[in-house]
Each structure stands twice: as structure tokens, then as C-alpha cells.
């Protein structure tokens, strides 16, 4: 009879992402597992029938972690640039899970990060209907466009390229905010992509200060 696993599989799961934390989801090895729990490799098999079933469940905890981020920014004054922001600081304060999240290849070789996109949209919608007086199609353009600039930011911030202060990107992004906002409620057919962007243009270059 094997010997009973003194951790349980939870346990295992969170010194799983604790090693994702400080290395990256590459490092993530039987071996590397195993040392961070100080046992042998055996218990770690005898939890997860591979490490690839270990990696899963680490991408299962690192999206309930982002979740967590995108609930606070939620109950900020402004929801959506709360989310911005906060999903700025997951970025700044988690980047190994960021970059597992947003910045990988799935199991089918598609970057995750649209999986991600799609998932964020479902959690926000109804918060930007209710804020910005908007049906859910326009929601949805708002938030993807919106979500470019967010992602934009926070990959900056994880690869260590970003100039901006957290004031800065406050402002960036409210300065989009206000520009897509205005275009949905301003432009008709923007949603939909069924207007003339020339004369959009046209017109506003015309304008004078």
C-alpha cells in the first residue's frame, strides 16, 4: 500500500503556484514541486498523474487571484478605471501569474490572452451598462477597446518597460476612456463599425480651438 500523502491536494496546488510565483509556469517541475514541499517526488505523482495537470490547476488559482483584482476595482467610484488600474497592479504585483494568464500559449497554441479578454468582459458588462448608460453591444466595444489600452500598459509594466508613474497611466487611461465614450454616444453606427471615419475626421480637423 503506498504511503499516505501528508499534504493534501490543495496544499500542493498553492506551493505549486508559489513556485510559478517566484520562477515562472516553466519552472514548474516534479522536482522543483517536490522541493518546495521538501518531500520526494512521489507524493507530488501520486497528487497529479502529470505536471501538466499541475499547471492547469495553477492557471485555475492565478485567474481566481486576477478575479479578486477585477472585484476590487469594481467597488472603485469609477468601476471600469478601477479594473484599469487594478489590473495594472496585477501586473506590477503578480507578473509571473500575468504572464501566464496573458502572455502564454494554451494547450491548443493560442495565446490565452483572448480566453482572458472574453472572460474579464463577462465579469465587467453589466457594471459599464449601469455606469455609462449603454446597451451591451456598446458595453462590449467599450470594454475591448478600453482593455487594449489596459493590457498595453500592464504588459509595459511586466516586461519592465513602462515610463509611466501609476498617476500617468491613471490619466492615459481616462483620456480614452472619455474619447471612446464620446464616440459611442456622438457617432452613430460607431458600435457597429457602420459609420464614415473620413468624415469623422473631416469634421473634426475642420473645428477650430
Given at each position: 500500500?503506498?504511503?499516505?500523502?501528508?499534504?493534501?491536494?490543495?496544499?500542493?496546488?498553492?506551493?505549486?503556484?508559489?513556485?510559478?510565483?517566484?520562477?515562472?509556469?516553466?519552472?514548474?517541475?516534479?522536482?522543483?514541486?517536490?522541493?518546495?514541499?521538501?518531500?520526494?517526488?512521489?507524493?507530488?505523482?501520486?497528487?497529479?498523474?502529470?505536471?501538466?495537470?499541475?499547471?492547469?490547476?495553477?492557471?485555475i488559482s492565478a485567474q481566481r487571484v486576477y478575479?479578486?483584482?477585477?472585484?476590487?476595482?469594481?467597488?472603485?467610484?469609477?468601476?471600469?478605471?478601477?479594473?484599469?488600474?487594478?489590473?495594472?497592479?496585477?501586473?506590477?504585483?503578480?507578473?509571473?501569474?500575468?504572464?501566464?494568464?496573458?502572455?502564454?500559449?494554451?494547450?491548443?497554441?493560442?495565446?490565452?490572452?483572448?480566453?482572458?479578454?472574453?472572460?474579464?468582459?463577462?465579469?465587467?458588462?453589466?457594471?459599464?451598462?449601469?455606469?455609462?448608460?449603454?446597451?451591451?453591444?456598446?458595453?462590449?466595444?467599450?470594454?475591448?477597446?478600453?482593455?487594449?489600452?489596459?493590457?498595453?500598459?500592464?504588459?509595459?509594466?511586466?516586461?519592465?518597460?513602462?515610463?509611466?508613474?501609476?498617476?500617468?497611466?491613471?490619466?492615459?487611461?481616462?483620456?480614452?476612456?472619455?474619447?471612446?465614450?464620446?464616440?459611442?454616444?456622438?457617432?452613430?453606427?460607431?458600435?457597429?463599425?457602420?459609420?464614415?471615419?473620413?468624415?469623422?475626421?473631416?469634421?473634426?480637423?475642420?473645428?477650430?480651438?
Amino acid at each position: 500500500m503506498a504511503p499516505k500523502n501528508k499534504y493534501t491536494r490543495e496544499e500542493m496546488v498553492e506551493a505549486a503556484v508559489r513556485v510559478v510565483c517566484k520562477k515562472g509556469i516553466d519552472a514548474l517541475t516534479a522536482k522543483a514541486l517536490a522541493g518546495e514541499l521538501g518531500v520526494s517526488t512521489q507524493p507530488v505523482f501520486t497528487c497529479f498523474h502529470t505536471i501538466e495537470e499541475a499547471k492547469r490547476e495553477v492557471s485555475i488559482s492565478a485567474q481566481r487571484v486576477y478575479d479578486s483584482y477585477v472585484e476590487a476595482g469594481l467597488r472603485m467610484k469609477v468601476p471600469f478605471l478601477g479594473v484599469g488600474m487594478q489590473y495594472i497592479r496585477f501586473a506590477k504585483e503578480e507578473p509571473q501569474l500575468y504572464r501566464l494568464l496573458f502572455l502564454t500559449t494554451n494547450e491548443e497554441g493560442n495565446i490565452s490572452v483572448m480566453d482572458a479578454l472574453h472572460h474579464s468582459q463577462e465579469l465587467i458588462r453589466e457594471s459599464l451598462q449601469q455606469t455609462y448608460h449603454i446597451d451591451a453591444e456598446a458595453a462590449d466595444r467599450y470594454f475591448r477597446d478600453m482593455w487594449l489600452v489596459v493590457h498595453s500598459l500592464a504588459t509595459l509594466v511586466v516586461t519592465g518597460g513602462c515610463p509611466y508613474s501609476e498617476e500617468e497611466m491613471g490619466n492615459i487611461l481616462t483620456g480614452f476612456s472619455v474619447s471612446i465614450c464620446k464616440s459611442i454616444k456622438e457617432i452613430p453606427g460607431f458600435v457597429g463599425n457602420n459609420y464614415d471615419p473620413d468624415e469623422i475626421f473631416r469634421e473634426l480637423v475642420e473645428k477650430t480651438l
